[in-house]
């Protein structure tokens, strides 16, 4: 599973996301975002970069091994999102958090304006636990988009069921 993903592929996975975000800031003043196996958090500095102090960014992984706060800085500058010297000016990062998803979510109620999960529901034991749980922490005028898998990588691949093409969408 690529754990360097971008906001360019949320717009890829997920359409015109960054604009439902963009528009909800503009209504609300800041929105709070919850990436659903966040990786090396790329996509989540991405939204940092694009909406300053106007997202407040959560991601989780299962564990350390999977991308922590040291890794999101250095993928941050790799991937030219922010320098050195910017990086040092970010007051408030994004929260990495780790956890089972097919266990459950250390949310309260309602917390979530917005979530996404690209391509990592597969990996959970629970996906039904994990849908709910994310029903159940997203707020209720909120959106959550979760692709299944890479879907324009497998689209093509021979016996790769088609349901699996798209996103869902809560």
Known sequence: MPKDRGIENIERYFGNFTKLVADKIKKKGKVKILDAGCGYGVAMM?????????????????????????????????????????????????KILYLDASKGLSFKDNEFDFIYSMA???????????????????????????SVAFYPHFK????FPSKYYEMWEI
């Not at 093509?156 to 016996?159: D, F, I, V």
């Open 46 to 94: 991405d939204f940092i970069k694009r909406f300053g102090d106007k997202v407040e960014m959560v991601g989780y992984n299962y564990s350390e091994n999977d991308g922590n706060l040291k890794i999101m800085k250095e993928q941050a500058i790799k991937k030219k999102i922010f320098t050195k010297q910017e990086l040092e000016k970010i007051k408030i990062f994004p």
């Open 120 to 146: 990592s529901v597969y990996l959970y034991d629970d996906k039904i636990k994990f849908l709910e749980e994310c029903n159940r922490v997203l707020k209720k005028d909120g959106l959550a988009r979760i």
């Open 156 to 159: 093509k691949k021979k016996g």
